[in-house]
């Protein structure tokens, strides 16, 4: 059961296709180990005089006569599978597991048994069978069909001794005293009549010393027979197997003892999971195999910072909180942490381990960069190329707007940081959070930060700390709770690193176009070589950075719920292949003429004085829920706003989610922009 949790684990982590790619290329697992076994390679890397340094691909091709080259790969695949290591490129030796298919070890014996392949192929026969699609006989199986006998495997093997000895490896029964059996699958693998047979066997051979132990794992997800005639039967919860004792077709731990008189369990933990009850291996192995972050809360007031920029923290819990994340951030695992913009999902940036855990915990694409977040100018100075000076623009943006929510491009040097934070490209982005305990962390910790928002990829990004536990849950050890985020978009992400001088703003957030140009008109008054403050999509257009992004947000879809999300313009003009629609009549259109009995419950994002409220109000047959977006003239408040909202409708289960545009003015060009990645359609309404 401990390895089916850790399979469940391994499936919260493991991005879906990965997980069909890896059971695609499975078949290749046994056709390797017998290359690995029958060609040889296995015993001269065995009998090297050290088998430690292992051997290189030369060193096989001169002894074993075989192409360096597809050799090269087969080792490879190997060594993903934990049957080799690649001790240095191109050098492999044996592990821990390979060891137990050596001459006269019984893992060699079972890994060469023929058949194995052809006994799988008749998987699908075995359960379409006219005959046996319901049997759960011993000698109504695939391996039946595979080998073309009605024996049962124990009755087969006892005919065919020489499957018991292959390739030096032989199994062999021991009498005798001070023996420990050790048994697995026998309760998940054969039934009632054969489980009790082996046991009965064992029994015979034990002496009085003997131990058994044994290791098992019974799952029926599904069907359970209880009765003859009832081939299908009822499915069965285990609380109910454990009173009523013995059931047709099912043997629960507690009648071992009672059946076999000897033998005894030791430590047997039996789960029927059905889906009846909806029980999954997930919420059963939680209790004991998966544990819930700690979420530390810290008090923002209590954090202040002296002239040389290090952190003074007032309050003992704000102090504790701290260093257990920056404790965490050391053993390099990522921390939660909040900013002014979203909550952040923190890693040691230049800590190239550190840093995969985030992509790991997010499943987000590796060609998605991160920002890297320092906490003052030195620590800024560390992480760019040596000798670099900033430009003038540049440190006219960093004395306006840092700390705050405003990203910058630079130069990277690929020694410094990793290229698992830059996706590989020639900049880096970094920013000064203006948030005190996010400052207070990364100068505490000593290090910089890579930290995208803490929430799965695609999701809507987190303001608070209840919407990262919510969302990813176990993924994380450490959650420091700092309050909602006062600006709730992401930074806005500006590249001056162009020849032409301009400001190119690749991403609107927190800090405003509007802010930006009157820097520039300060600091250029008289037009004289005055930079143009240019964004990206609205000013121009570059399809090369956005296959490439050199910043987050750029290439992929997100911010969207589990719910579909629909941005209504009500102001803007459609284009010219796009009608507007009567509200009435889009409203109408949300109702599922089909379900006439089944009440819509619809999300609604809009401000305090949109006539959709009023609208929706009125409407007959759909349940609203409405979430404001703030006065129409505070574009701040509604970016602020936006993904609480979402996350808050989501959390409430309505089916679907409206969004009223907003004016893509100040914090308004961010707020649209977001919503346009979140949504999964666009409606243009006409108010009569």
């Known amino acids: 059961m401990s390895q089916a949790a850790m399979g469940q684990i391994k499936n919260l982590l493991q991005n879906p296709f990965e997980k069909v790619r890896e059971h695609c290329f499975a078949v290749y697992d046994s056709a ?54 690649e001790r240095e490129e191109g050098i492999f030796c044996l592990t821990r597991s390979s060891l137990e298919l050596c001459r006269g070890r019984g893992g060699r014996a079972l890994v060469m048994t023929p058949g194995r392949a052809d006994i799988a192929s008749k998987t699908l026969q075995m359960i379409t069978h006219p005959e046996w699609r319901y049997s759960t006989a011993a000698n109504h199986t695939a391996f039946q069909l595979a080998n073309d006998t009605s024996l049962p495997f124990f009755s087969y093997l006892e005919q065919k001794p020489e499957l018991l000895d292959l390739w030096g490896a032989s199994i062999k029964i021991r009498r005798g005293d001070s023996i420990v059996y050790l048994l697995r699958h026998i309760l998940h693998n054969w039934s009632d009549d054969s489980s009790i047979t082996i046991l009965k066997l064992l029994a015979e051979a034990a002496g009085s010393d003997t131990k058994v132990l044994i290791i098992d794992m019974v799952i029926y997800p599904c069907i359970i027979r209880e009765a003859e005639g009832n081939t299908r039967g009822p499915i069965v919860d285990l609380d109910e197997l454990r009173h009523a004792g013995a059931v047709s077709g099912v043997l629960v731990p507690e009648v071992f003892l009672e059946r076999t008189r000897k033998i005894s369990t030791l430590g047997m933990n039996a789960r029927l999971l059905a889906h009846k009850s909806r029980r999954t291996l997930l919420k059963s192995f939680r209790p004991s195999a998966m544990t819930l972050p700690s979420v530390l809360r810290c008090t923002p007031s209590s954090i202040t910072f002296s002239g040389d920029g290090d952190p003074v923290v007032s309050s003992p819990e704000t102090t504790s909180a701290l260093e257990a994340a920056s404790r965490v951030l050391h053993d390099r695992r990522p921390v939660v942490f909040p900013t002014e913009t979203v909550y952040g999902l923190g890693a040691l940036a230049l800590n190239s381990r550190a840093v995969s855990q985030i992509f790991s915990t997010k499943g987000r694409p590796p060609d998605n960069p991160l920002i890297v977040h320092v906490s003052s100018r030195a620590m800024l100075s560390s992480v760019l190329p040596k000798g670099y000076q900033i430009s003038r623009l540049n440190e006219l943006l960093i004395g306006r707007f840092w700390p705050g929510p405003l990203t910058l491009l630079f130069p990277c040097d690929p020694t410094i940081v990793p290229s698992i934070v830059t996706a590989g490209q020639p900049t880096v982005a970094i920013r000064m959070p203006s948030h005190v305990v996010a400052r207070a962390l990364i100068a505490g910790t000593g290090a910089p930060l890579a930290a995208p928002s803490a929430n799965s990829s695609g999701k809507p990004s987190p303001t608070r700390a209840e919407h990262v536990l919510q969302d990813l849950g176990e993924k994380v050890d450490l959650i420091l709770d700092g309050g909602p985020c006062d600006v709730g978009v992401e930074s806005t992400v500006v590249d001056a690193l162009h020849e032409d001088g301009n400001v190119r703003i690749l991403r609107p957030g927190g800090v405003t176009v509007e802010d930006i140009e009157a820097l520039v008109s300060k600091m250029y008054p008289h037009n004289e070589n005055k930079p143009q403050v240019l964004v990206h999509r609205r000013d121009y257009q570059d399809e090369a950075i956005e296959h490439a992004p050199t910043t987050p947000g750029m290439k992929y879809r997100h911010y969207s719920p589990s719910v579909p999300v629909t941005l209504l313009y009500t102001t803007t003009d459609p284009p010219p292949d796009q009608q507007s629609i009567a509200a009435s009549d889009f409203l109408s259109s949300l109702l599922d003429s089909s379900r006439p009995i089944v009440i819509p419950r619809v999300g609604l994002l809009a401000s305090d004085e949109s006539p959709l409220v009023r609208i929706a109000e009125s409407s007959y047959g759909i349940q609203w829920v409405y979430r404001s977006l703030g006065p129409a003239d505070n574009p701040a408040i509604a970016a602020q706003r936006l993904f609480d909202g979402l996350l808050s409708l989501e959390k409430d289960g309505v089916t679907q989610i409206l969004v009223e545009e907003v004016k893509e003015v100040k914090e308004g060009l961010a707020f649209m922009n977001r919503i346009r990645k979140a949504a999964g359609a666009s409606v243009w309404i006409r108010i009569v």
Do not use: M
């Open 32 to 85: 390797c180990l017998d290359i690995f076994v029958k060609t040889g390679i296995l015993d001269f890397l065995a009998e090297l005089p050290d088998r430690r340094l292992g051997a290189d691909l030369q060193q096989l091709h001169e002894a074993l006569d075989l192409d360096s080259v597809k050799l090269a790969v087969i080792l490879r695949y190997l060594s993903t599978q934990g049957w080799l290591n």
